[in-house]
């Protein structure tokens, strides 16, 4: 793992990702948004035109290109939260409530929301847009009738949906999201292979990873060639990983053929063949045997590996997943900073009271990395944002001009979404404020208060939902440290057991994922001020201990099964003891203070991969 310790914290934060262009997404967004918006200036009815242009912007923000059915599921999900805030906020407009019972009913659905996004990424979505629309629906003109909002962002959500139905359903392989991931694990393999031995292997297996991830998630289980080709890349990858740990590199003919693989992929299969290089190592012996057995799934030859299956989503888990401390906890955050929020427009004249509730929601989201990051950008991103829409708006006023604005503004949004926070508010700003300038409900005038608004907002969350909030770095942090130190040691207790079975596999797997989940958090608090920033340099040779534990416990399954070693009971109650005291460090919140010296020479195949690992933890937890 990469030491970015030498960089400060703020230009980590600043500095953006360089995403490829989802062309695919980009074009389907723009199309979903001008098309509603362009009907409803035909008929005369821009009103109901902007309402399904929000419903399009909101299918845009949780679109990806997956299987139809995962692409539904995601997108249905987000937008029956969205619908059901916007009904909820119209009734509270259509009721003429006033500023308390508004105040109070948005703090009770911000509650609900806060609980809902703390239960995983798709409840995030759903959270953050149930709390959005509620907002946007208690304060922007309403159609008529009134109720007729919710149902127009569900058409226009809709319509999104029916644009990549095209693509989910093809029958071209190579236009198959699932095989698109799977040449991706196989080119991210290709890399990691050829890299092994040099500075860039542990950047390489880190997005080879992130590819495997991606190619599980989107996966409905087993019989599929694509779930086939994950199980034999993830033998692959366990193979590269103690490769990788041991720092022995493999010749460069073999490290073509995963490459080989990813073009047969795409080509729909064909054979590929595996040259004949007589691995000498139990490692290189494990990668041998899984690519021969990747190259029989990409030709269409049947192959037993045994990996368990991907358990299917339990309802129950997520009800106990909402009323967990965690998801409770959340939703009391962000139940606090929208009662503050509200008191605070109650007694000031605003012109838009609900820029400030829908911005809140979009800073609080709690799987976008650093809140403090996120107030901060909203706040300079709106300047920008306002500064851009202003210019376009002294250029042009009319429908149709302003109609194409909206849909590049939409277009762009994936792109912005996957850079930087900031550029996505940057895109977002313009976007929301011509939808309402085409349904004459701002004007130029009213652009800048928007941003004090969104800085009132941020100034909220900052405060009460960072400092004064016993929201920790340590909440955060230390519970993925914990959960990838008691998932490795469940894999570690599979291996030693013999346990060459599907769960021993499955085990292995939400061992890899646990630990890309911690590397995340911590790198994500590298990039927030101190003391977030502080107590991720502390966690992070921790964190990077623990993933080359993962590459030895790889390495000793593969002496095991190849070179016929005996765990030796000794060796593993070392390492399950040193395991248990970092558990036991991260539930304390006491960072180890010593960084074990990394190994700088290939490991001794004749030597327990596992006795190393173990004298490197030690030394981890000596100074702890």
Same mark, same amino acid.
């Given at each position: 793992m990469s030491h970015p310790k030498a960089t400060s914290w703020w230009a980590r934060a600043a500095r953006p990702a360089r995403p490829p262009l989802p062309l695919a997404l980009m074009v389907r967004a723009a199309v979903g948004m001008v098309v509603p918006l362009a009907v409803g200036l035909v008929a005369g009815r821009v009103d109901l035109g902007v309402f399904a242009g929000l419903g399009a912007m909101h299918a845009t923000m949780n679109d990806r290109v997956e299987p139809g059915r995962l692409r539904v599921a995601r997108i249905g999900s987000a937008v029956f939260a969205s619908? /059901?805030? +916007?009904?909820?906020?119209?009734?509270? =407009?259509?009721?003429?409530?006033d500023g308390f019972g508004l105040g109070a009913a948005l703090t009770v659905t911000a509650f609900v929301s806060g609980a809902l996004s703390a239960t995983g990424p798709r409840g995030s979505a759903a959270g953050m847009l149930l709390l959005v629309s509620a907002a946007l629906g208690s304060g922007m003109p309403l @159609?008529?009738? !009134? !109720? %007729?909002?919710? @149902? +127009?962002?569900v058409a226009g959500a809709g319509f999104v949906v029916l644009l990549g139905l095209p693509a989910g359903v093809s029958g071209r392989p190579a236009a198959d999201p699932r095989n698109r991931a799977l040449a991706a694990v196989f080119e991210a393999l290709g890399r990691t292979l050829a890299d092994l031995g040099t500075a860039?292997? *542990?950047?390489?297996? =880190?997005v080879l990873t992130a590819r495997l991830? =991606?190619?599980?998630?989107? /996966?409905?289980?087993?019989?599929?060639?694509?779930?086939t080709g994950f199980e034999a890349a993830l033998a692959a990858t366990e193979a590269a990983t103690g490769l990788l740990w041991a720092r022995r &590199?493999?010749?460069p003919e073999v490290a073509e053929v995963p490459v080989r693989l990813a073009a047969a992929v795409r080509r729909g299969g064909g054979e590929v063949g595996v040259p004949d290089w007589r691995p000498d190592t139990p490692s290189r012996q494990a990668l041998d045997v899984a690519l021969r057995a990747a190259a029989d799934t990409v030709a269409g030859r049947a192959v037993r590996l045994g990996t368990a299956p991907v358990p299917p989503p339990d309802p129950w888990r997520l009800r106990a997943r909402l009323w967990s401390r965690p998801s409770v906890r959340y939703g009391l955050r962000v139940a606090l900073c929208i009662a503050v929020g509200a008191a605070v427009t109650a007694n000031y004249p605003l012109s838009r009271s609900y820029w400030v509730p829908m911005t809140i929601a979009f800073v609080l989201k709690p799987d976008l990395g650093s809140v403090f990051l996120r107030a901060v950008s909203r706040s300079v991103g709106t300047v920008l944002g306002v500064a851009v829409t202003a210019a376009l708006l002294l250029l042009t006023t009319d429908r149709w001009a302003l109609t194409v604005m909206a849909a590049?503004?939409? *277009?762009? $949004?994936?792109? *912005?979404? *996957? &850079?930087?926070y900031g550029l996505n508010t940057v895109v977002m700003t313009p976007m929301a404020l011509v /939808? /309402? =300038? $085409?349904?004459?409900q701002s004007g130029a005038a009213e652009f800048w208060p928007r941003v004090l608004d969104s800085v009132l907002a941020s100034a909220v969350v900052l405060l009460f939902g960072c400092l004064l909030w016993p929201e920790r770095p340590r909440h955060r942090i230390e519970p993925r440290l914990v959960d990838a130190a008691s998932a490795l040691r469940a894999y570690l207790d599979a291996v030693t057991a013999g346990r060459a079975d599907r769960a021993e596999v499955w085990l292995r797997r939400t061992a890899y994922r646990a630990l890309a989940d911690a590397r995340q958090e911590v790198r994500q608090g590298l990039a927030e001020p101190p003391p977030t920033g502080r107590l991720a340099e502390r966690w992070l040779p921790a964190t990077a201990a623990l993933e080359r534990l993962g590459g030895a416990v790889a390495a000793f399954a593969a002496q095991i099964r190849f070179g016929g070693r005996v765990p030796d009971p000794a060796e593993v109650d070392r390492v399950r003891r040193a395991l248990d005291e970092l558990t036991a460090a991260a539930r304390a919140h006491r960072p180890p203070t010593t960084a074990a010296d990394r190994p700088t020479g290939p490991h001794d195949p004749a030597r327990? %991969? $596992?006795?190393?690992a173990a004298d490197e933890l030690e030394t981890l937890l000596a100074g702890g």
């Amino acid at each position: 793992m990469s030491h970015p310790k030498a960089t400060s914290w703020w230009a980590r934060a600043a500095r953006p990702a360089r995403p490829p262009l989802p062309l695919a997404l980009m074009v389907r967004a723009a199309v979903g948004m001008v098309v509603p918006l362009a009907v409803g200036l035909v008929a005369g009815r821009v009103d109901l035109g902007v309402f399904a242009g929000l419903g399009a912007m909101h299918a845009t923000m949780n679109d990806r290109v997956e299987p139809g059915r995962l692409r539904v599921a995601r997108i249905g999900s987000a937008v029956f939260a969205s619908a /059901l805030g +916007m009904l909820v906020g119209s009734a509270l =407009q259509h009721a003429d409530v006033d500023g308390f019972g508004l105040g109070a009913a948005l703090t009770v659905t911000a509650f609900v929301s806060g609980a809902l996004s703390a239960t995983g990424p798709r409840g995030s979505a759903a959270g953050m847009l149930l709390l959005v629309s509620a907002a946007l629906g208690s304060g922007m003109p309403l @159609p008529r009738p !009134w !109720w %007729a909002a919710a @149902p +127009m962002v569900v058409a226009g959500a809709g319509f999104v949906v029916l644009l990549g139905l095209p693509a989910g359903v093809s029958g071209r392989p190579a236009a198959d999201p699932r095989n698109r991931a799977l040449a991706a694990v196989f080119e991210a393999l290709g890399r990691t292979l050829a890299d092994l031995g040099t500075a860039r292997a *542990a950047d390489s297996r =880190q997005v080879l990873t992130a590819r495997l991830n =991606q190619l599980q998630d989107l /996966l409905p289980g087993r019989g599929t060639a694509a779930s086939t080709g994950f199980e034999a890349a993830l033998a692959a990858t366990e193979a590269a990983t103690g490769l990788l740990w041991a720092r022995r &590199a493999v010749p460069p003919e073999v490290a073509e053929v995963p490459v080989r693989l990813a073009a047969a992929v795409r080509r729909g299969g064909g054979e590929v063949g595996v040259p004949d290089w007589r691995p000498d190592t139990p490692s290189r012996q494990a990668l041998d045997v899984a690519l021969r057995a990747a190259a029989d799934t990409v030709a269409g030859r049947a192959v037993r590996l045994g990996t368990a299956p991907v358990p299917p989503p339990d309802p129950w888990r997520l009800r106990a997943r909402l009323w967990s401390r965690p998801s409770v906890r959340y939703g009391l955050r962000v139940a606090l900073c929208i009662a503050v929020g509200a008191a605070v427009t109650a007694n000031y004249p605003l012109s838009r009271s609900y820029w400030v509730p829908m911005t809140i929601a979009f800073v609080l989201k709690p799987d976008l990395g650093s809140v403090f990051l996120r107030a901060v950008s909203r706040s300079v991103g709106t300047v920008l944002g306002v500064a851009v829409t202003a210019a376009l708006l002294l250029l042009t006023t009319d429908r149709w001009a302003l109609t194409v604005m909206a849909a590049l503004c939409v *277009a762009s $949004l994936p792109y *912005a979404t *996957a &850079a930087h926070y900031g550029l996505n508010t940057v895109v977002m700003t313009p976007m929301a404020l011509v /939808l /309402l =300038q $085409l349904g004459g409900q701002s004007g130029a005038a009213e652009f800048w208060p928007r941003v004090l608004d969104s800085v009132l907002a941020s100034a909220v969350v900052l405060l009460f939902g960072c400092l004064l909030w016993p929201e920790r770095p340590r909440h955060r942090i230390e519970p993925r440290l914990v959960d990838a130190a008691s998932a490795l040691r469940a894999y570690l207790d599979a291996v030693t057991a013999g346990r060459a079975d599907r769960a021993e596999v499955w085990l292995r797997r939400t061992a890899y994922r646990a630990l890309a989940d911690a590397r995340q958090e911590v790198r994500q608090g590298l990039a927030e001020p101190p003391p977030t920033g502080r107590l991720a340099e502390r966690w992070l040779p921790a964190t990077a201990a623990l993933e080359r534990l993962g590459g030895a416990v790889a390495a000793f399954a593969a002496q095991i099964r190849f070179g016929g070693r005996v765990p030796d009971p000794a060796e593993v109650d070392r390492v399950r003891r040193a395991l248990d005291e970092l558990t036991a460090a991260a539930r304390a919140h006491r960072p180890p203070t010593t960084a074990a010296d990394r190994p700088t020479g290939p490991h001794d195949p004749a030597r327990s %991969a $596992l006795g190393r690992a173990a004298d490197e933890l030690e030394t981890l937890l000596a100074g702890g």
